[in-house]
T-cell receptor, first 115, second 113 residues
């Protein structure tokens, strides 16, 4: 199993540009999570999906952020327009409903730098 | 709402000595507790979890954790630290009603040769 796949691994963009981060969860996993990690705020849950449906998006910081999961094998996190304070490492994680208390599996992250 | 505290930002230990990374939690209902490790420029990796049963849980790379309900703690331990254990460690809690995790702020472990 390839694990959770994220792309790109690094993204450098200018303020005001649109940024799209991509995630492929582990096959068969029912849940997908997007996190943001910064030195100041630590690891924050942004949104999570169950069977492609957004369940809790209360962590999404602003309307500039949006996330979609069009099918079980793909999700995107979009920031439009981007701002320097969005600079962070964004992680995607997935888990399975089978065994409700199973751990989450994390991708390698996307390091976003907004200039 | 559930919460997790890791009271130490940094823990330093000499190689070969035992290590402890502390975690306390607050949750309504039964706690489901996890430890993750993050190496530089990598995603979080699962180490171990407590769901029910024995209070001492054994996990990957020789780590173990002790669940203490009365003290609401779930400290991570290892009898003999390795330099390669140096990393960022996260404690997380998940309550019985929710599907999401709440992560602690992380503790940076440095094992000195």
């Amino acid at each position: 199993d390839a694990g959770v796949i994220q792309s790109p691994r690094h993204e450098v963009t200018e303020m005001g540009q649109e940024v799209t981060l991509r995630c492929k969860p582990i096959s068969g996993h029912d849940y997908l999570f997007w996190y943001r990690q910064t030195m100041m705020r630590g690891l924050e849950l942004l949104i999570y999906f169950n069977n492609n449906v957004p369940i809790d998006d209360s962590g999404m910081p602003e309307d500039r952020f949006s996330a979609k999961m069009p099918n079980a094998s793909f999700s995107t996190l979009k920031i439009q327009p981007s701002e320097p304070r969005d600079s962070a490492v964004y992680f995607c994680a997935s888990s399975t409903l089978a065994g409700v208390y199973n751990e989450q599996f994390f991708g390698p992250g996307t390091r976003l730098t907004v200039l | 709402a559930q919460s997790v505290a890791q009271p130490e930002d940094q823990v330093n230990v000499a190689e070969g000595n035992p290590l402890t990374v502390k975690c306390t939690y607050s949750v309504s209902g039964n706690p489901y507790l996890f430890w993750y490790v993050q190496y530089p420029n990598r995603g979080l990796q699962f180490l171990l979890k407590y769901i029910t049963g024995d209070n001492l849980v054994k996990g990957s790379y020789g780590f173990e954790a002790e669940f203490n309900k009365s003290q609401t703690s779930f400290h991570l331990k290892k009898p003999s630290a390795l330099v390669s254990d140096s990393a960022l460690y996260f404690c997380a809690v998940r309550d019985g009603s929710g599907q999401n995790f709440v992560f602690g702020p992380g503790t940076r472990l440095s094992v000195l040769p």
